[in-house]
């Protein structure tokens, strides 16, 4: 996929941003609601830290809305693309999305 054109560059670079944004605001939920255990590092630093954290800025709920949204935000970058090209990062955004630490 190196060597795209303008267009291209743009859809991985909202793709990379979405993903991004995704990956924080997952870790910032699952720092809130696991346990160290189920983290596998120390559950609740950013609340210690009084880090700006999704949760923290817009509630736990919105901030979960936002993760349900973030996939398919993703995703519909990659429409521009052959599917079987684009289908790993597809896979990327939803394991992302879901996963538990």
């Known amino acids: 996929m190196g060597g795209g054109d303008v ?4 859809k991985f670079r909202k793709y990379a941003r979405c ?3 995704l ?6 939920i699952l720092d809130m609601t696991k346990s160290s255990k189920e983290l596998g590092k120390t559950a609740g630093k950013d609340l210690v830290s ?8 817009m509630g736990i709920e919105n901030a979960k809305k936002f993760v349900g949204e ?4 993703a995703i519909q970058e990659l429409t521009y693309f052959e599917v079987e090209k684009a289908a ?9 999305a879901s996963r538990k630490n």
């Open 7 to 10: 267009i291209e560059i743009e």
């Open 19 to 21: 993903i991004g944004l």
């Open 23 to 28: 990956f924080q605001a997952v870790d910032d």
């Open 50 to 57: 009084d880090k700006a954290t999704y949760p923290k800025l």
């Open 70 to 73: 973030l996939p398919s935000q």
């Open 88 to 96: 790993p990062l597809n896979h990327l955004a939803a394991y992302i």
